[in-house]
C-alpha cells in the first residue's frame, strides 16, 4: 500500500505549524490519500461529523487540553476509523495497512480504533490525553 506525499506533508503542517485540527484520509487505488482538512477553529464535533457512517478512514486530530496544574498542552490522536457497517473487503484493508501508513506519521501520541461514534466520544479522547 502506497502512501501519497500529500499525506506526510499534510500531517507535518497539523504537527509543525499547527495549520489544521484534523485531517481525514481514505484508501484509493491501493494508495492512502488525504480525504478531508479541518481548519484550526474545528471543532472535536466538526471532525466526527465529517467520519462518513458506513466507509472506512483514518484520521489524526490535533487536541488541545488543560492540565490538572492548569497547563496548556496538546495531543496528536490516530484514529483507525472502522464502522460495523462499511464493507468487509474495506475493513480488511484498512486494518492490514494501518501499521504500515502510522508508521509514515512520525509524531502519533495517542492510538485510537473506534467501530461506532460511542468507541471515540469526547470523554474518551480527553480521558486517553490525560
Known sequence: ???????????????AKRNY???????QNQQVVVDKLGSPDETYDDFTASLPADECRYAV????????????????FFIA?????????????YASSK???KRELDGIQ?????TDPS???????KGRAL
Open 61 to 76: 486530530f490535533d487536541f488541545d487540553f488543560t492540565t490538572a496544574e492548569n497547563c496548556q498542552k496538546s495531543k496528536i
Open 99 to 101: 501499521d504500515r501508513f
Open 81 to 93: 476509523w472502522s464502522p460495523d457497517s462499511s464493507k468487509v473487503r474495506s475493513k480488511m484493508v
Open 110 to 114: 495517542v492510538e485510537l480504533q473506534a
Open 1 to 15: 500500500m502506497a502512501v501519497h506525499d500529500e499525506c506526510k506533508l499534510k500531517f507535518l503542517e497539523l504537527k
Open 21 to 27: 485540527r484534523f485531517i481525514t484520509f481514505k484508501i
Open 119 to 125: 468507541e471515540m466520544s469526547f470523554d474518551i479522547i
